[in-house]
């Protein structure tokens, strides 16, 4: 029991998330969501749903959807299954992002519909790691160096919790294997054609032959980022000429206007808000919900609850 133990603690430490209250079960059927699968059932108290969204990204995804729904329904959870078709509905933000919103939006409904206000993924240390990393390369501000959330809001009354977020996934396949549990492997996660699959394949196990200590360095630093104090939202949403053309100064104003919630600001994040600034028109999607429009000098935002601020 003593992973389940770490489990627990760190769910309640760092998520804020009691594993015994009931969630929606966001899993794929790799291994860290069966990990959390299993980790849930052995708990064995609340009321706890599985959600699986087939994105149809690869042609034996159908597979994984009948191996989640068998997984679930032999330890007696309930389980929604759903369908997204894939790239016509990607709406010009490459299908991994529009996979992703659109998995976030399955999931909050399905917590609706079952009166859940938690859902809860296996993201794991290593996601956070690999994130962090990923975001320096790609030029993210300080913001973007907090990485994974622990916890946020997901939509107006839900909760998004990561409640493996402190647990590596080396623990996650040792408690797997021990367990003698499957799990299904996506070819995707060792794709070294993308940049997240090179970090993952090459970089970070490259670092860490130099490094050995770098993985938790790296999570040390996602963590007192995300303690820092912050500048507090601006007054109004107005854009001073002087201001746009300084990239530190503009990502710092469009953050605090955004608030601690949204997702982080990215160089070609930046780079689309900038481009409608200067037009003075413009919409740009910026993921978990949030959008940001310019009209003329007024720059107004959308958050996931649907509030506006302009």
Do not use: C
């Not at 799990?183 to 394949?201: C, Y």
């Amino acid at each position: 029991m003593e992973f389940v133990d770490t489990f627990l603690r760190q769910a309640r430490e760092f998520a804020g998330y009691e594993p015994t209250a009931g969630a929606v079960l966001a899993i794929s059927g790799g291994p860290d969501s069966m990990a959390l699968l299993d980790l849930h059932h052995r708990l064995n108290q609340g009321r706890f749903v599985v959600a699986h969204l087939d994105h149809r990204l690869r042609p034996d995804s159908a597979e994984d959807a009948t191996f989640v729904r068998t997984q679930a329904e032999a330890r007696g959870f309930a389980f929604v299954g759903g369908v997204w078709v894939a790239p016509h509905q990607a709406g010009g933000i490459g299908v991994e992002a529009a996979a992703r919103a659109e998995r976030y939006r399955f999931l909050a409904s399905a917590a609706r519909h079952h009166g859940l206000s938690h859902v809860a993924t296996g993201h794991h240390l290593d996601d956070q790691i690999e994130t962090v990393l990923h975001r320096i390369i790609r030029g993210a501000g300080p913001g973007g160096l907090r990485g994974i959330h622990a916890r946020r809001p997901l939509e107006r009354g839900l909760t998004l919790v990561r409640p493996m977020l402190g647990l590596r996934r080396a623990a996650i396949l040792d408690y797997l294997e021990r367990r003698g549990l499957p799990w299904r492997e996506d070819p995707t996660n060792r794709d070294g054609g993308n940049l997240r699959g090179t970090i993952r394949a090459r970089l970070l196990p490259f670092l860490e032959r130099g490094v050995s200590d770098l993985p938790l360095r790296l999570a040390e630093l996602s963590t007192r980022t995300a303690e820092a104090k912050w500048p507090d939202p601006p007054k109004g949403a107005l854009i001073p000429p002087e201001v746009l053309h300084r990239p530190l100064l503009l990502r710092k104003a469009i953050g605090a206007l955004l608030g601690s919630g949204a997702p982080p600001l990215e160089a070609h994040t930046m780079w689309r808000i900038r481009k409608a600034l200067v037009s003075r028109s413009g919409k740009v999607e910026l993921g978990r919900g949030y959008g940001l429009a310019v009209k003329g000098a007024t720059v107004s935002v959308r958050s996931p609850d649907g509030h506006r601020t302009a």
